[in-house]
């Protein structure tokens, strides 16, 4: 029996799996043909009235954390991808970094704690925990040197004023 | 599960809100646009000195000390982005005395997605508004 290949992100699955290991998209409609149309394919038809439905052997998990709309899923199954939280939030690090501290930097820990969060979950598999713990770091050290500096201004540790 | 750990953040909250506006009703915005928080004993932008251009903070102080007195204008001209940062220093209050009364917790807002697509867009604001100070800064020279 031929494997399936998800409809969303191309990744191929076990015959008879209800679910893609890589994006959770619901397979069950894959499981009655060889072939891996789904719905949105344009030789797609609707079943006759009197065809029995395949069944579906779990209920769908309700706290399933699909990839947001554009997200690139890799075409190697299992590789890993940036959350766009994470992305986000490399990018206020940098900002708080340099200029704006905490500005952008309490707004990037939000968003790299918000991955870091969904990964431990295990609601978002697909997305790279390094990346996501690198962004939370980088805001938190931001964040302190914005303060190392202004503690140096006012001299309390000892260096004089700049 | 609301526990002492929501309260408190929602105290801080509120507490925080209360202290910045207080604050910048106390300082007395520079004439120049920017520098104002040196009143505070802060250090002066070090972006600015080291490039002689404003970084997308420059004039947020300034821009909160006009807008507490009601010159909508002259703080939109310090930072832009600065008015949205008063609105929602001032939203703050009315939120967290709603999150403390109502025992809801603040990670009911966190959590949810619409708040990173708040913070995509108010970062997208504000890098708008810092293209708009250095328009300002080129033509104008502060």
Known sequence: MNDVRCPRCGGTNPPNSAFCGICGTPLAAQQSGASADSPSSPGWQQPAANQAEPPIPYPPPTNAYPPPAGVFLPPVPGAKVVGDNTKWAVGLGIGALFCCGPLTGVPGIFLAKKDMDEIAAGRAPHLDEGWAKGAYYLNIIALVLFVLGICLFWGRLGLGRF | ?142
């Open chain 2, 1 to 142: 599960m609301y526990d002492r750990t929501d309260k408190l953040v929602a105290i801080g909250l509120l507490v925080s809100a209360c202290t910045i506006l207080a604050v910048a009703g106390w300082l007395k915005p520079a004439a120049c646009g920017y520098g104002t928080h040196t009143q505070l004993g802060l250090p002066p932008c070090s972006f600015l000195r080291w490039t002689h251009l404003p970084c997308p903070s420059c004039g947020l102080t300034t821009c909160f000390a006009w807008a507490i007195r009601l010159h909508l204008w002259k703080a939109f001209l310090a930072n832009p982005f600065g008015i949205l940062a008063f609105l929602g220093t001032v939203s703050l209050i009315p939120v967290s005395i709603f999150l403390l009364t109502r025992h809801i917790s603040f990670r009911t807002i966190t959590e949810s997605v619409h708040f990173s697509k708040a913070i995509y867009a108010a970062t997208a604001l504000y890098l708008l508004s810092w293209i708009f100070k250095l328009a300002a800064f080129q033509f104008v020279g502060h």
